[in-house]
């Protein structure tokens, strides 16, 4: 039975993780289609944006503990999809990625919704870096969630190992906004059509950007920034999305949910 769902629709790629019985924890088997459904995203022309959501009330309970003894990887000794290989091929895919929290995050999951463009949750959502009280830390999933805390959240909320609100979680920088069921849909649907506002490669180069420039001295960032920027001023695309802008119409890379 596949644990991770696909549809492409007017140019979003939903992705929905679908193990509701195992709380969508990140099992070998869930990790492998889900790196399989990237490969897709990135591969795919017509796909503009994707969207990660869930099935079930637990968006994502982490790690699979049941698959991390000695005994369960001689059973299954093959190669298996890390977490960190997933989040980077997040972070260094050109399309942007939209997650639709409908339900708690533990641990990896906090990981997994941190590691998204943009995200937001139920309010009802319970998020919690629980690792401590399994009696590990919350490695890898720190190099995704350090960058958007601030060091006191990140140190009380790590050391806790208790669960906060989705509020709370926005507040920390973890996700963007947490909303009601009522507006879940609506507001993700508002942030899918700015997106498909936006040149696929401007988009592309802006995700770029922001991963890379907090890192670099200040010379080194403004070089590459204008190298940057006179490559995509000197596009065929900007040269149509300004005409497009002066003639008061659409560029021609626009769409929206409403297309038909």
């Known amino acids: 039975m596949a644990l991770v769902e696909t549809e492409l629709s007017r140019g979003v790629m939903t992705i929905t993780l679908a193990d509701v019985a195992r709380r969508n924890a990140l099992s070998r088997q869930l990790l492998s289609e889900l790196m399989s459904a990237l490969d897709d995203v990135d591969n795919d022309p017509d796909v503009r944006v ?7 009330n637990v968006f994502c309970a982490g790690a699979n503990l049941s698959e991390q003894s000695d ?40 990981g997994l919704a941190a590691v998204m463009d943009i995200s937001i949750a139920l309010d009802s959502a319970k998020f919690g870096f629980t690792e401590v009280r ?17 060091l006191a959240d990140a140190r009380s909320a790590f050391l806790r190992g208790h669960r906060f609100p989705a509020e709370e979680a926005a507040r920390m ?10 507006s879940l849909d609506r507001e993700v649907g508002a942030v899918l059509n700015d997106l498909l506002a936006g040149e696929p ?21 403004f070089e590459w920034t204008a190298n ?33």
Do not use: Y
């Open 50 to 56: 994707c969207v990660v959501t869930n099935r079930g």
């Open 71 to 110: 005994d369960a990887a001689k059973k299954d000794p093959g190669r298996t999809v890390s977490m960190s290989e997933l989040f980077q091929r997040i972070l260094h895919s050109p399309k942007p990625f939209v997650g639709r929290i409908a339900g708690h995050c533990v641990a990896g999951g906090v």
């Open 173 to 182: 920088g973890l996700i963007n906004q947490a909303v009601n069921a009522d």
């Open 228 to 260: 940057l920027s006179a490559k995509l001023f000197a596009s065929d695309e900007a040269r149509e999305g300004m005409s497009a802008f002066l003639e008061k119409r659409s560029a021609s890379w626009v769409r929206s949910l409403d297309d038909e």
């Open 201 to 221: 490669g401007a988009i592309a180069a802006t995700k770029q950007l922001t991963a890379r420039v907090p890192s670099m001295g200040i010379e080194d960032a």
């Open 134 to 150: 399994v009696g590990v830390a919350p490695a890898m999933i720190s190099v995704v969630c350090l960058p958007k805390m601030r």
